[in-house]
């Protein structure tokens, strides 16, 4: 079975300061595909960030970046120059294919919730 | 383009009555993804639906749950006799293709039971 583990139930960070949120997972597939997900008190999800297990090199979108450790399992997201706007819970997420079907259901961590202070 | 909708928003029952929650994904997406939502926790997978079939349905806690999408648009979650530990928040999500492509979600329906 695929698990995703996030060991931080709560982060804070200054305005403007870096944060990084950790997220550990495990499985026995090679072909994987990792998200961060936010969720804001609106409740809807919106997709940060995504890496594919294939790709050595850590995605990065603005001020979003990973850091993917395939070797130790781990897929942490680093926030820079964090702003207001940023808080909200923060979900780790994993998608394989299995026995050769289609890559499908989202498996998530617990969430972390991340409050920026001004 | 219009984003994933969801209704209603919130659904308050009676245990044991019947109840459908809709969504309708964004227009041209096949794959259909419903997850339920407790508080203070991630989603959790329920079904997924690639065109009108379900492909995976092994999230579906039991018989009382039950989902369609008869023309591979729209879907239709079912829960019959519900029971307090149905409350929580269901999601549904949709994406081009595949689930490794971005799932964008809708708002949600919150479900209570009383």
């Known amino acids: 079975a695929q698990t995703v583990t996030q060991s931080q139930p709560e982060m804070s960070v200054q305005e403007a300061e870096t944060v990084t949120l950790s997220c550990t997972y495990d499985?026995?597939?090679?072909?994987?595909?990792l998200f961060w997900y936010k969720q804001p008190p609106s409740r809807q999800m919106i997709l940060v960030i995504r890496?594919?297990?294939?790709?050595?090199q850590n995605a990065t979108e603005n001020r979003f970046s990973v850091n993917f450790q395939k070797a130790a399992k781990s897929f942490s997201l680093k926030i820079s120059d964090s702003q207001l706007g940023d808080t909200a819970m923060y979900f780790c997420?994993?998608?394989?294919?299995?026995?050769?079907?289609?890559?499908?259901?989202?498996?998530f961590g617990q969430g972390t919730i991340l409050t920026v202070h001004p | 383009g219009a984003g994933v909708s969801q209704t209603p928003s919130n659904k308050v029952t009676e245990k044991g009555k019947y109840v459908e929650l809709r969504c309708d994904p964004i227009?041209?997406?096949?794959?259909l993804y419903w997850y339920r939502q407790s508080l203070g926790q991630g989603p959790e997978f329920l079904i997924y639906?690639?065109?009108?079939?379900?492909?995976?349905d092994s999230g579906l806690p039991n018989d009382r749950f039950f989902a369609v999408r008869p023309e591979g648009s729209v879907s239709t979650l079912k829960i019959q006799r519900t029971e307090r530990g149905d409350s929580a928040v269901y999601l549904c999500?949709?994406?081009?293709?595949?689930?490794?492509?971005?799932?964008?979600f809708g708002p949600g329906t919150r479900l209570t039971v009383l």
């Open positions: 227009s041209g997406h096949t794959a």
């Open positions: 890496q594919e297990a294939y790709k050595q």
């Open positions: 999500a949709s994406s081009q293709g595949q689930g490794y492509n971005e799932q964008f």
């Open positions: 997420a994993f998608t394989c294919a299995i026995g050769g079907t289609s890559y499908g259901k989202l498996t």
């Open positions: 639906f690639q065109g009108t079939g379900a492909a995976d």
């Open positions: 499985t026995s597939e090679n072909n994987y595909y």
